[in-house]
């Protein structure tokens, strides 16, 4: 049987561009940025994604350390945001 891999064990890359296709995300990106519309495009989510963590690609997630690490607490905020995980106090 072929599973699937979890959401978790994908790659950074991978991982932001199922969240920037993700309705709730595009939400949650608009709302962050002010933008006009309750929701943005995935392309707009995807260029949110790369301006928070300073890169030029998605795929630069995979190679930056610190890029890596301001998307795992751009996830972390959006698991917060969602109600997925408890807020942080």
Do not use: K
């Not at 998605?58 to 607490?73: I, K, P």
């Amino acid at each position: 049987m072929n599973q699937r891999p979890r959401f978790d064990e994908l790659p950074p890359s991978q991982q932001a561009a199922i969240l920037c296709n993700d309705p709730r995300f595009q939400t949650f990106a608009a709302r962050r940025t002010g933008y006009p519309d309750d929701r943005m495009e995935a392309s707009a989510a995807a260029e949110y994604v790369r301006q928070i963590c300073s890169i030029d690609s998605r795929r630069d997630l995979n190679r930056s350390t610190a890029a890596n690490e301001l998307f795992q607490r751009l996830r972390t905020e959006f698991d917060q945001w969602t109600g997925r995980i408890a807020p942080h106090r």
